[in-house]
């Protein structure tokens, strides 16, 4: 009777592991990795969100995840998951070598600017149900643009 219910019990937890692992939770969101690239260049710092494009019927959750050396994964720790469906991939990037434009030097907070290479880049997509490798090149021009919402309103986690 102990044998049958821990076999259950390390099935059970083996289940929700895989699942986290994976990025593809009961919260119908699914693993999405790939690589962000600008001006033909890893993106050095940043992060990149997945929010369903409500006007073209996309729904649920937002999945994000920490961009590091152009990589990014949903399933990595401190990253969500994806909804299926129509999104808007919405990339957020930085130098954290470039020193910033200006400096307050009244300000004692503490915090560190990081130079961005570009306002928000949005992109419109449609992930599969399942596992995915989404790659996105934002372009040189993104860099001069003024920043614009596609889709519908903006979620962050």
């Known amino acids: 009777m102990f044998g049958s219910r821990f076999v259950r019990a390390a099935g059970a937890v083996a289940a929700v592991a895989c699942a986290l692992a994976v990025g593809c939770g009961g919260d119908g969101t699914h693993r999405v990795s790939g690589t962000v690239t600008f001006k033909g260049q890893p993106v050095p710092v940043g992060k990149i969100y997945f929010t369903p494009d409500a ?30 469906g129509a999104v808007v991939i919405s990339i957020e990037a930085f130098d954290p070598n470039a020193k910033p434009d200006k400096v307050d030097k009244s300000d004692t907070s503490g915090e560190v600017l990081i130079k961005s290479l570009f306002p928000r880049y949005e992109v419109q997509a449609d992930l599969p149900a399942s596992s995915s ?3 996105v090149d934002v372009p040189a021009s993104a860099a001069t643009a003024k920043p614009k919402q596609v889709g519908g309103p903006l979620v962050s986690p």
């Open 55 to 84: 006007t073209k019927g996309g729904s649920g959750p937002s999945g994000y995840a920490d961009i590091k050396d152009g990589k990014y994964d949903t399933a990595s720790a401190g990253g969500h998951g994806a909804p299926a």
């Open 133 to 135: 490798t989404k790659d």
